[in-house]
């Protein structure tokens, strides 16, 4: 999700030595019988992948993936909101959104509580399909819990930007987050133990 939030240019890091490499397909599923499905960053290269298998299904994931990505412009401009009060460009932006798939708002809306299970079976019919799909779902949970449908925003948000994984693994982002907050000023401090946070001026 790094490159669907501000601070992701806002910071700058590659101006403090972080860089990044494009893998696209950013997620390929093995199936055991030696099928594959690459879920590319253009989800209609998906869909070619997964004609190979199934032309109805690989139908079924456009239309999916056409309710994921407007699921996911709203959420995720939700998500940069303030929470403590009513974003109204955000409510604007969603009805927006929301109109550009008027015959699809209910399923776009069940999203959130349906089980990913659920959602799968609905619209899936290859058994190779349906266990990419469960693969792929994102959530950190059984599948057939409710509500672990909106995990399928982490596959919107694969085809909305290209997945970059950073060069020197995971730690290299907070190591240019430590270079940023170095050179304007501050500091990093590693295991010392804290006696109190002091605050002034509202800041810790």
């Given at each position: 999700f790094w490159d669907s939030f501000p601070p992701s240019r806002e910071l700058q890091l590659e101006s403090y030595g972080l860089r990044r490499a494009l893998v696209d397909p950013g997620h390929v599923y093995l199936h055991p019988d030696g099928?594959?499905?690459?879920?590319?960053?253009?989800?209609?290269?998906?869909?070619?992948?997964?004609?190979?298998?199934?032309?109805?299904?690989?139908k079924a994931y456009l239309e999916f993936a056409e309710v994921l990505g407007t699921f996911a412009e709203i959420a995720l401009r939700f998500a940069r909101a303030?929470?403590?009060?009513?974003?109204?460009?955000?409510?604007?932006?969603?009805?927006?959104?929301?109109m550009k798939i008027?015959?699809?708002?209910?399923?776009?809306?069940s999203l959130p509580f349906l089980s990913a299970t659920e959602i799968?079976?609905?619209?899936?019919?290859?058994?190779i399909v349906r266990d990419a799909l469960h693969?792929?779902?994102?959530?950190?949970?059984?599948?057939?819990?409710?509500?672990?449908?909106?995990?399928?925003?982490?596959?919107?948000?694969?085809?909305?930007?290209?997945?970059?994984r950073p060069?020197?693994?995971?730690?290299a982002i907070p190591e240019a987050l430590a270079r940023r907050l170095r050179s304007l000023g501050g500091d990093v401090v590693c295991e010392a133990p804290v006696a109190q946070i002091t605050l002034k001026g509202g800041r810790a």
């Open positions: 099928a594959s499905i690459a879920f590319w960053a253009d989800a209609r290269k998906t869909v070619e992948d997964i004609k190979r298998i199934s032309v109805k299904d690989a303030n929470p403590t009060r009513l974003d109204w460009g955000a409510v604007w932006h969603a009805v927006k959104q929301t008027r015959g699809r708002i209910g399923e776009m809306l799968i079976a609905e619209r899936f019919e290859h058994q693969a792929s779902a994102g959530a950190t949970v059984p599948n057939n819990q409710s509500g672990t449908g909106v995990c399928f925003l982490w596959m919107a948000t694969l085809h909305r930007y290209p997945c970059q060069i020197g693994g995971v730690q």
